[in-house]
């Protein structure tokens, strides 16, 4: 007898997840989308934090997505004028709402490289060649807490002169937490 409901439950399981693709769960800490950062004039750089990701799955019958703690500081830097060619940020500081900060010392630097960036307009595909960096600084914000990130460093031009910033942006935390269908993920339900 008890076989008969373990295998009347193992049946309706296997065959509720196969009709549906299983459920997906979606449980992410984020803090919206980039933000654009002025470290010189005439230089369009981008920041964000960016989650540490966690995913698994069970084929046909659950996928799990999160995203936390730490968050990694991305950073993207377009330079058309083509003369700035290395950052150094000689110091991190990160400041919740709560009032708790921290500030990291350690140097963290990186090369900006040639690249073709690719644009649509009226008379066709526009190609501009620019100098690009787009790197992070790893696990710079340890909690989900409203957040001031500050960096300060400088930019080297390719003559040699270092031009010195300092550059702040604050990130409100948000949360989501998701539970559907395989089927409703594909659909953007």
């Known amino acids: 007898m008890f076989w008969i409901i373990g295998l009347t439950i193992v049946v309706a399981v296997t065959l509720g997840a196969v009709l549906t693709g299983g459920i997906a769960i979606s449980n992410k800490d984020w803090f919206g989308g980039q933000r654009n950062i002025v470290l010189v004039d005439g230089l369009k750089s981008d920041v964000w ?25 991305r950073l993207k830097i377009w330079d058309r004028s083509k003369q700035y060619v290395a950052i150094e940020i000689t110091e991190t500081r990160v400041t919740y709402s709560d009032g708790d900060s921290s500030r990291k010392t350690s140097k963290w630097s990186r090369a900006l490289k040639p690249y073709t960036q690719y644009n ?38 390719s003559n040699g002169e270092e031009v010195y910033f300092s550059a702040s942006e604050d990130f409100k935390a948000r949360s989501d937490f998701d539970i559907s269908t395989f089927w409703e993920v594909m659909a953007g339900v």
């Open 120 to 157: 649509r307009s009226s008379s066709g595909i526009i190609q501009t060649e620019v100098f690009m960096l787009s790197d992070h600084i790893s696990n710079l914000v340890g909690k989900h807490a409203d957040v001031t990130v500050t960096i300060t460093g400088h930019l080297t031009k």
């Open 49 to 73: 934090l960016a989650p540490r990701n966690t995913e698994f799955s069970i084929p046909f019958l659950l996928h799990y997505f999160g995203g936390g703690s730490p968050f990694s500081l």
